[in-house]
Every structure is written in structure tokens, then in C-alpha cells.
T-cell receptor
Framework: DAGVIQSPRHEVTEMGQEVTLRCKPI?????LFWYRQTMMRGLELLIY????????DSGMPEDRFSAKMPNASFSTLKIQPSEPRDSAVYFC?????????????FGSGTRLTVV | DQQVKQNSPSLSVQEGRISILNCDYT??????FLWYKKYPAEGPTFLIS?????DKNEDGRFTVFLNKSAKHLSLHIVPSQPGDSAVYFC????????????FGAGTRLFVKA
């Protein structure tokens, strides 16, 4: 298995533009998580899905952020409009069951820079 | 509100010696604790976990100890190797949190050859 695949690896965009981050989880994993890493807040959970259904989006910072999982092999995180404070590394992770015992498998992340 | 705290931003250890990384938590409802390792430009990698019904779990050179009364856990790496140099994240999860995993801020470990 190629692991969790995220694209793009790097994204530089201007303030006000729409940004879409993509994730392909590991086949057979029924949980998918979106995390954001910043110097100030560390790794924070944005949203997670179970069997393609959003379970908890309480970590999504504001309405500018939205996430979808149209099928078991694909998820997107969209920011519209983007702002400089959204600059961070965004990680997608997946797991079988809830991953609390055997952990999550993380992708390599998307480094987003909003100028 | 930091529910999982790693108070040491960095730690430097000589190759072959023991590395001890510490973590404190505040939520007594956490029932699983995990450690992840992260290299630059990569995502975190799961290392080892422990259930709250245990006080020790071992996997090769890595051992995690849990002290529930003190709400404290530690990761021991013996012997430390230069390839262990990375950022280590402590994480915790509990049923009442909807199985969300909360991460600490991380500790950067330097293993000197």
C-alpha cells in the first residue's frame, strides 16, 4: 500500500483565493482525519469522518473551511476565501476502527502558504 | 486549554544512553495514550500505545510507562541511536471525546553520535 497520499505537497496562494487540499486514505481504513499543524497551536484536529460521514467538525476554525468525503477513497479540505493566518501544514490521516490502539497513518502533509 | 502537555521542547542525549520523554495530561477520561515520531517534511508515524488499564508497554527499544494517579506518562528509548533524532508527540484519546486524539506540542530529541 502506498500509504495516505496528500496533494499538493506545497501550495502558495494569494489571500482571498480558494484552496483545495486532497487526500487518499489507505484502502480499508474507515476513519479519516484532517489535522493542522502550526507553531502556535501544534497539531489540532479539524474534522474527522467515519465511513465517509463527518462525525465531529468542532475543530474547523470558521465557515471558510469545509471538508467532504464523497467516497471511501477520497477527501477534500477547502478554504474559501483563504487568509494569511491559514498558513500551516495540513495533515490527513486514516485508521481502521478509531485508531486509538494502533494509531493513525498520516500522509506527508500539504504546506500551505497564503500571501 | 492544553489537555496534553509536553513541557520539554527539546532533549539532547548521547548515543547508547537512555532517552526519557515526558508527558502530562489533565483529562482523567483519557483511556488510550500514544506516542508518535515525526521527521522533517514527513507526517507523524505511530510508535507505541498504552491502554489506561496497563502501566507499561514495551516494543523493542521503546517502553511507555503510565502513572494514572499522577496523570503522567513517559517514553523510554534504550539504547538511543542517532536515527531516533526526531520530534516526539504524546497523544491521548478518550471515549467521551468522541474518540478524538489530542496531541501534545512535541519534544525534539537530539541523539549525538
Amino acid at each position: 500500500d502506498a500509504g495516505v497520499i496528500q496533494s499538493p505537497r506545497h501550495e502558495v496562494t494569494e489571500m482571498g483565493q480558494e484552496v483545495t487540499l486532497r487526500c487518499k486514505p489507505i484502502s480499508g481504513h474507515d476513519y479519516l482525519f484532517w489535522y493542522r499543524q502550526t507553531m502556535m497551536r501544534g497539531l489540532e484536529l479539524l474534522i474527522y469522518f467515519n465511513n465517509n460521514v463527518p462525525i465531529d467538525d468542532s475543530g474547523m476554525p470558521e465557515d471558510r473551511f469545509s471538508a467532504k468525503m464523497p467516497n471511501a477513497s477520497f477527501s477534500t479540505l477547502k478554504i474559501q476565501p483563504s487568509e494569511p493566518r491559514d498558513s500551516a501544514v495540513y495533515f490527513c490521516a486514516s485508521s481502521q476502527r478509531d485508531g486509538r490502539n494502533y494509531g493513525y497513518t498520516f500522509g506527508s502533509g500539504t504546506r500551505l502558504t497564503v500571501v | 486549554d492544553q489537555q496534553v502537555k509536553q513541557n520539554s521542547p527539546s532533549l539532547s542525549v548521547q548515543e547508547g544512553r537512555i532517552s526519557i520523554l515526558n508527558c502530562d495530561y489533565t483529562n482523567s477520561m483519557f483511556d488510550y495514550f500514544l506516542w508518535y515520531k515525526k521527521y522533517p517534511a514527513e507526517g507523524p508515524t505511530f510508535l507505541i500505545s498504552i491502554s489506561s488499564i496497563k502501566d507499561k508497554n514495551e516494543d523493542g527499544r521503546f517502553t511507555v510507562f503510565l502513572n494514572k494517579s499522577a496523570k503522567h506518562l513517559s517514553l523510554h528509548i534504550v539504547p538511543s541511536q542517532p536515527g531516533d533524532s526526531a520530534v516526539y508527540f504524546c497523544a491521548a484519546s478518550g471515549r467521551t471525546g468522541g474518540f478524538k486524539t489530542i496531541f501534545g506540542a512535541g519534544t525534539r530529541l537530539f541523539v549525538k553520535a
